[in-house]
């Protein structure tokens, strides 16, 4: 089947042409059909199946006909995130570079005088975070009554940012006979009961995951006699040093440890930025663009920030600490082995870890996932640290769950990024300084574990 047959129109054959896609992904197959038809579309689906074409190519066919009015944008794009919602923009740019559609990227942490100019002059198109859109509309510098197409993207993350009155707020600002493109990797209970109240008799499109525990990834998991955030971080430096690592994505669970293991990776020389909510927009896409195009070597990143990015080409996903939530380990190493390329991903386990290890194994349908043998390195570690404990620097002063930070790392309020922008500053000037190495470097000795010795395939 090619993307002709599903009733697409020339000019955007073209734009598909040129973007390098010759056939649909299974989600496009069927869900772009139905939303040509006009009907509301249910999405179950995860990035990197090509969902955002699957929603922005009908509804570029809708737009085409018709023109936009002063704050009356005709179609909606709501995504969790800053960077998911920059993304669908540049989807966006992509495939309408035939049609003549404006659109406006409504999201926090650039100035709303720039945004509020374009939504004077009227855009087909506003692509927004759920929090940023609700302060231009209690603003009065937007209508939402012209909507005719509605997009939400990644519901269940919306949902676990705790957005979904936002997003309820928003369904009821915008006419009852819009269309309704609905998108989320999974379908806990709240969303059920959104769609069930706002989509009218949808089409229902599930596909399944994309490789995750499949073939593409290898798993493996290194086990940590105990929680030493140093030795922590000693070990994945190690993991890092290895040949095959051409790059890598290192997920953290809270914001202050990004901020420590990046700022510890490059003062031990290596090629790492930090990426989380409470960065300022700028680093954060400047960070994002030189991971891209491969000026960073290393990605140490939140869920929340990590969550969605389309970024090619990971060779390694390291999971620092490990997920909370059993669901973020699976969107955690699909970053890797995407589009049938080969990736690793490994985790760093402690005996308190047990719990949320369990829960993983238990969704990803497997007994166990095979343990790196660091014996040497973890005994060669001991013998040459002084026994005096570690300071434990990643803990937080105060008690911070992981969820709180889910919730708070990537709302659009502007007032929650002014003061962290700044610590962001001062914090990535003095991270860039080049130090001695203040921890022994410990090398593997004749250990050298299984996986590094087999090449990722690029
Ligand atoms: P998404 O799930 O929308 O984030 O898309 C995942 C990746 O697949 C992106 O890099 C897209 O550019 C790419 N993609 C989308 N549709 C296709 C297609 N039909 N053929 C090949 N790649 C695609």
């Known amino acids: 089947m090619s993307f002709a047959d599903l009733g697409l129109e020339p000019k955007l054959l073209e734009a598909i042409s040129a973007s390098g896609y010759e056939t649909p992904t299974p989600i496009q197959k069927e869900a772009i059909p139905p939303a040509l038809?006009?009907?509301?579309?249910?999405?179950?689906?995860?990035?990197?199946?090509?969902?955002?074409?699957s929603f922005t190519l009908p509804m570029i066919q809708r737009l085409a006909k018709g023109r936009a009015k002063a704050r009356m944008p005709r179609s909606l794009v709501l995504a969790?995130?800053?960077?998911?919602?920059?993304?669908?923009?540049?989807?966006?740019?992509?495939?309408?570079?035939?049609?003549?559609?404006?659109?406006?990227?409504?999201?926090?942490?650039?100035s709303f005088g720039d945004q509020d100019a374009k939504l004077t002059r009227g855009v087909d198109v506003l692509i927004a975070t759920p929090g940023r859109l609700i302060d231009h509309f209690e603003r009065g510098r937007l209508l939402l009554t012209g909507i005719e197409v509605m997009v939400v993207d990644e519901a269940d993350r919306m949902l676990d940012m705790g957005f979904i009155p936002d997003i309820e707020k928003i369904f009821k600002l915008t006419p009852m006979t819009r269309q309704t493109l609905f998108f989320s990797a999974t379908m806990p209970s709240e969303i059920q009961r959104i769609t069930d109240q706002f989509l009218h008799n949808?089409?229902?499109?599930?596909?399944?995951?994309?490789?995750?525990?499949?073939?593409?990834?290898?798993?493996?998991?290194?086990?940590?006699?105990?929680?030493?955030?140093?030795?922590?971080?000693?070990?994945?430096?190690?993991?890092?040093?290895?040949?095959?690592?051409?790059?890598?994505?290192?997920?953290?669970?809270?914001?202050?440890?990004?901020?420590?293991?990046?700022?510890?990776?490059?003062?031990?020389?290596?090629?790492?930025?930090?990426?989380?909510?409470?960065?300022?927009?700028?680093?954060?896409?400047?960070?994002?663009?030189?991971?891209?195009?491969?000026?960073?070597?290393?990605l140490v990143?939140?869920?929340?920030?990590?969550?969605?990015?389309?970024?090619?080409?990971?060779?390694?996903?390291?999971?620092?600490?490990?997920?909370?939530?059993?669901?973020?380990?699976?969107?955690?190493?699909?970053?890797?082995?995407?589009?049938?390329?080969?990736?690793?991903?490994?985790?760093?386990?402690?005996?308190?870890?047990?719990?949320?290890?369990?829960?993983?194994?238990?969704?990803?349908g497997v007994d166990d996932i095979e343990a790196l043998d660091f014996s040497n390195f973890l005994e060669k570690q001991s013998g040459s640290r002084s026994p005096k404990p570690s300071k434990s620097s990643d803990r937080p002063s105060r008690r911070h769950s992981p969820k709180q930070e889910a919730e708070t790392s990537d709302n659009s309020a502007p007032e929650a990024e002014k003061t962290p922008a700044r610590r962001t500053r001062n914090s990535t000037r003095k991270s860039t300084k080049?130090?001695?190495?203040?921890?022994?470097?410990?090398?593997?000795?004749?250990?050298?574990?299984?996986f590094m010795m087999r090449g990722i395939a690029s």
């Open 301 to 364: 990143a939140s869920d929340v920030a990590a969550r969605g990015l389309d970024i090619p080409d990971v060779s390694h996903v390291f999971n620092y600490d490990m997920p909370i939530h059993a669901d973020d380990y699976v969107h955690r190493i699909g970053r890797t082995g995407r589009a049938g390329k080969k990736g690793a991903a490994l985790m760093l386990m402690t005996p308190a870890d047990k719990k949320h290890y369990d829960a993983i194994l238990q969704t990803i």
């Open 37 to 53: 038809e006009g009907r509301d579309v249910l999405g179950i689906a995860q990035t990197g199946t090509g969902k955002t074409a």
């Open 202 to 298: 949808p089409a229902r499109v599930e596909v399944s995951k994309p490789a995750t525990t499949a073939d593409t990834i290898s798993q493996r998991v290194v086990r940590l006699p105990g929680k030493d955030d140093k030795l922590k971080r000693n070990v994945l430096r190690e993991l890092l040093g290895h040949a095959d690592v051409k790059n890598g994505i290192i997920f953290c669970n809270r914001k202050t440890t990004v901020d420590i293991v990046a700022k510890s990776l490059q003062k031990h020389g290596l090629n790492a930025r930090p990426i989380h909510g409470d960065l300022a927009q700028a680093f954060r896409t400047e960070t994002l663009d030189k991971f891209r195009n491969g000026e960073v070597q290393f």
């Open 80 to 110: 969790p995130t800053r960077e998911l919602a920059a993304q669908v923009a540049e989807n966006f740019d992509k495939y309408g570079a035939n049609h003549k559609l404006s659109m406006a990227l409504l999201i926090g942490g650039v």
């Open 434 to 450: 080049h130090e001695a190495p203040a921890e022994p470097v410990v090398g593997l000795g004749d250990h050298v574990p299984e």
